[in-house]
């Protein structure tokens, strides 16, 4: 037989089932912080967006401004 099959045959055998009570089964202090790890990142991530738009939007505002004062400057018609 393929030595691989053989090495990775026991990912393949089904295990016997544990008894286990369902309702005595919660995800611990762990899962709450892994929980809470997550919302917080999310949180910090959706901040960061709001930022990284809001520059690019005063960036876009400036370029615009400074257009329009460099063509008031010159002489030149306003640009659209």
């Known amino acids: 037989m393929n030595p ?4 990775l045959g026991w990912l393949l055998a089904t295990p016997t ?3 286990v009570d369902p309702n005595t089964v919660t995800p611990g202090v762990v899962g709450f912080f892994a929980i809470a790890l ?4 999310t949180v910090l991530l ?3 967006m ?3 738009i809001r520059r690019t939007t005063y ?11 460099i ?9 659209e």
């Open 50 to 52: 709001v930022r990284r």
């Open 17 to 19: 089932p544990l008894e």
């Open 4 to 7: 691989v099959a053989l090495h």
């Open 71 to 79: 063509a008031e400057r010159d002489g030149t018609t306003k640009p």
């Open 46 to 48: 959706g901040m960061d």
């Open 38 to 41: 997550v919302g917080v990142a």
């Open 59 to 69: 960036r876009e505002e400036i370029k615009a401004r400074l257009a329009i004062e």
